[in-house]
């Protein structure tokens, strides 16, 4: 398969039903990154899959080459470049920036200095109409306990500096309109983090009698995602008391977790708040029609099998890899309640369903095994080629270590918790495969 756009050798290889990323780096930042990728998933930031990394490779004449780093393809998940292909622009800018910023701050939280923050360097997959980034390439990362401002502060600018100059490409290339101004978009960049970073983390000074502020702090941070690891209130005079928070985020988040613990659905945060919605909502109508009151869990289960299932269902094999399950549920939602709203009666959920995979679904382009470089042939007289004088990876050497990765070999480094997740598939997955 092609290799996308990258400062090293980079090639995705499909072996049975899964797509592996390869990259040839040095040895050294091999190792790096497969170290920071394994911490930080570790630490449940989104980030891809690591595999392995293969050190002893030598060419037939004996010449030793550099390492392969082996990632597993984040499923359902679309480079900027193709997000801006496929949609409005001004639609995509708002989630995109929402979700680089959240990213950003997430890894910060955890001490983590990128140094290479961009666009090329992050995967969006949707989340109930919105995004979701995941951080790929770390090998410019450093761990600390904690980051200074000026650490922070270097972090986001490389970050407008990168991003600003990948979206001029993008304008170089004609697939940007005008109307966008990189530069306007990577100062707002900054000011969204520091909105961000000072909603999770600045103290807050209120009087004795104003305690209800701690409760709508706290019901801010969960409602952003976020949760708070330590709270201390410090008494600085008689009658003000000053607020201290250690925010942290755990994986998965709040309505993640309630989500999964009543149906076993593993899905984006913005999806599981739709998806408990909904079954607050049918929990309501049950319950009504059944005269009586029911515990969450059975609810749960019954909007499972009366509503996700059968609306996910609907979706023909051919066409389940243009949306994973979760959001389909959602647009289907969305347009039953717009259909409705426009022909003035309840047209059923099932209509709907039916209707979106006829005239919308099926319109689509494929999302789940996007390869990195899909989309470049439009872009790609107008872009420097990344690929100059980089060497080259034998395709078939690549594809054959990928598949037989020993954890005995002392030429393999094995993330074991990492390589057993990648296996798993979350319920509403294994429904669709």
């Known amino acids: 398969m092609p290799m996308g ?48 990394v293969v050190s002893l490779r030598d060419t037939p004449n004996g010449e030793r080459l550099d390492a392969v780093l082996i990632t597993e393809h984040l499923e359902y998940s679309v480079p900027y470049r193709l997000l801006f292909l496929r949609q409005e622009h001004q639609a995509i800018r708002e989630p995109m920036l929402d979700a680089l910023v959240h990213l950003l701050v997430r890894i910060h939280l955890q001490g983590f200095y990128w140094g290479d923050c961009s666009l090329s360097n992050t995967l969006f997959r949707r989340d109930a109409g919105r995004l979701a980034a995941y951080l790929v390439d770390t090998e410019t990362g450093e761990q600390y306990e904690e980051l200074s401002t000026g650490q922070r502060d270097m972090d986001v600018d490389l970050a407008i500096e990168k991003c600003a100059g990948e979206l001029l490409d993008l304008q170089a290339a004609g697939v940007l309109s005008d109307e966008v101004d990189p530069f306007e978009l990577g100062l707002e960049l900054r000011d969204r983090y520091d909105q ?20 709508e702090r706290l019901r801010r941070i969960n409602e952003l ?3 708070v690891d330590e709270l201390e209130l410090v008494q600085d005079e008689p009658g003000v008391t000053r607020m201290k928070l250690k925010t942290s985020v755990v994986e998965p988040g709040r309505y993640r977790r309630i989500l999964r613990q009543l149906t076993g659905l593993d899905v984006q945060d913005n999806q599981a708040r739709r998806l408990l919605n909904d079954i607050h909502n049918f929990g309501a109508w049950l319950q009504q029609d059944e005269g009586r009151s029911l515990p969450e869990a059975l609810i749960a289960h019954r909007w499972l099998e009366r509503s996700f299932e059968p609306v996910v269902e609907i979706v023909p094999h051919e066409l389940r890899g243009r949306r994973e399950p979760a959001e389909v549920f959602h647009e289907v939602l969305d347009l039953w309640h717009k259909w409705s709203t426009q022909e003035g009666t309840d047209m059923g959920l099932f209509n709907a369903a039916h209707r979106y995979v006829a005239e919308i679904l099926a319109m689509m382009p494929e999302e789940r095994r996007v390869a990195p470089a899909d989309g470049d042939d439009e872009t790609a007289d107008a872009l420097p080629d990344p690929m ?19 954890p005995g070999d002392p030429a393999v480094e094995q993330l074991g918790d990492g390589a057993a997740a990648t ?8 429904r669709v495969e």
Do not use: N
């Open 196 to 215: 961000l970073w000072a909603e999770l983390t600045r103290d807050e000074v209120f009087a004795d009698d104003e305690r209800y502020r701690i409760h």
């Open 225 to 227: 995602g976020y949760d």
């Open 5 to 52: 756009i990258h400062r090293h050798v980079v090639r995705t290889v499909a072996y049975g039903e899964r797509l592996y990323h390869l990259k040839e780096l040095p040895r050294r930042y091999a190792d790096r990154e497969w170290r920071f990728l394994r911490y930080l998933r570790g630490e449940q930031v989104p980030v891809v899959d690591v595999v392995g």
């Open 388 to 406: 100059a004088d980089t060497g080259t990876l034998l395709l078939e050497d690549v594809a054959r270590l990928a598949a037989d990765l020993d």
């Open 423 to 430: 296996s798993d598939r979350s319920e509403d997955a294994r």
